[in-house]
Every structure is written in structure tokens, then in C-alpha cells.
């Protein structure tokens, strides 16, 4: 049997410029669902990825009947 995955609680939001290059870091707070914390890396992306991200989840929201 599969645990269900971690319920989110927040996502922090950072730029910064690494070698003249623009970045976005994205970090996601969860919780189990027995309550303990998760908490992910930051995960640094371009602005071009970014806009994809966001694409896609746009596109699973429209999937889901969301606009």
C-alpha cells in the first residue's frame, strides 16, 4: 500500500542573480498526514522554466474544469 502524499502548507518564493543569470527558487513546507513535517530543497529555476511550470499547471487546472 502506497502512504498518501504530504499535504502542502506553504511555498517560499526567492530570486536571485547567480552568475548574471536570473533565478527563481521555489520551496515547498508539507505535512504528513500523521503531522511531521517535509520540507524540500530549494529548487532554483530559470525564468523560461518558470513560465513553463506554470503552463503546465495551468493545463491540469483546465483539465480538472478549474479556469
Known amino acids: ?4 502524499a504530504p499535504r502542502l502548507q506553504s511555498t517560499n518564493i526567492r530570486t ?3 552568475n548574471g543569470k536570473p533565478l527563481i527558487g521555489v ?3 508539507a505535512k504528513t498526514s500523521s503531522g511531521l513535517p517535509v520540507s524540500t530543497a530549494w529548487i532554483d529555476m530559470s525564468p523560461e522554466e518558470v513560465e513553463g511550470l506554470i503552463k503546465s499547471l495551468q493545463e491540469a487546472l483546465d ?3 478549474k479556469k
Open 1 to 4: 500500500m502506497t502512504a498518501p
Open 16 to 18: 536571485r542573480v547567480v
Open 27 to 29: 520551496k515547498h513546507t
Open 63 to 65: 483539465e480538472l474544469g
